[in-house]
């Protein structure tokens, strides 16, 4: 499948069928800590970069299959890049909501929603979930690198206004990188902007994957929950820490993953988690997690041939190997 990548177990949605509209970067963000790397320009303008029955027809195969559409819990709608710049995406949110009753989360980098037409396509979706790094322009610039076209004084308009007419679940993300957007002034700032906002979570989010730029560093863990702290009391909202250590995230629906992965053949899961990697750079935990291939130490000898002849990369960071 080149456009629909899982089921994997997110921490935030259970077991989530991704489905990425894009074939490569497109974004009108760059931002440091991106997973998808550095982008070489910024995209500002909706189009069609791909063609949305390529993907249609993807999710009806998949959808034809019970025993697989059965591990999935949720839809995902996502991008290499910011997927509400993709012409099509209320065609593909309206068809997942017609040949299937999982509910359809989309994320999305909130650059977008002062345009009726990107709130219209989205009021479908069943849990939208946008990000907001910074509500000072200056920690906007360094963290996010708009483009040129990106005022953060409509995207804090865009994200209130949709907040407020938007019928499903809304969880804003917010990503906090060391010395970049962490300050007391930067925290006070989210807090007046996002205080205005009709939310039902909000996750605290850290530096966890390779990042685009190896400045772009992590707050540490008591930092974060003492945020969290700051945050549920000035705003009344919960917040989660939705990425916590790989060891204390809790294994997801094992028996389904099991059932599924007994069906597919080991190059049919070679090739599902090449298609993940794809997307972003995943540990042996991770994949495991998801695979469920009996352990770390059986995906690192299932995935060494891959390293060795050069299709997959091993990167350290924050002393944690990554695939990518
Ligand atoms: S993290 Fe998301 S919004 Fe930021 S550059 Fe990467 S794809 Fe775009």
Known sequence: MKYIFGPVNSRRLGRSLGIDLFAYKICNLNCIYCEVGTASTSVGQRAYYT??????????VF?????????????????KGEPTLHSGLGQIIRHLKRVTDKPV??????????????????????????????????????????????????VI???????????????LEILLVQDFNDSSRDIEALISAVRCMRLDRIQLNTVVRPPAEHFARPLERERLVELADYLHENLGVPVDLPFAP???APRMQPPAILETNRALSLDEVLEEILQM???????????????????????????EPFVNSGVLQRQNHENTCYYQ
Not at 52 to 57: F, G, K, L, M, V
Not at 64 to 70: I, K, T, V, Y
């Open 51 to 60: 063609s949305p029955q390529a993907i249609i027809e993807e999710i009806d």
């Open 63 to 79: 959808c034809a299959d019970p025993g697989r559409l059965d591990t999935v819990d949720v839809f995902t709608v996502t991008a």
């Open 105 to 154: 989360a989309v994320l999305t980098n909130g650059t977008t929603l002062m345009h009726s037409d990107v709130r219209q396509e989205l009021a479908v979706a069943d849990i939208v979930i946008p990000s907001l790094d910074a509500a000072l322009a200056e920690s906007f610039l360094k963290v996010d690198r708009p483009g040129a076209d990106v005022d953060l004084e409509k």
């Open 157 to 171: 308009e865009g994200l209130t206004f949709f907040s407020h007419t938007f019928r499903g679940k809304l969880w």
């Open 246 to 248: 790989a060891e204390e």
């Open 277 to 303: 990697l794809k997307r972003r750079p995943c540990t042996a935990v991770d994949i495991d997690r998801t695979f469920q291939l009996g352990g770390p130490d059986k995906v690192e000898q299932l995935l």
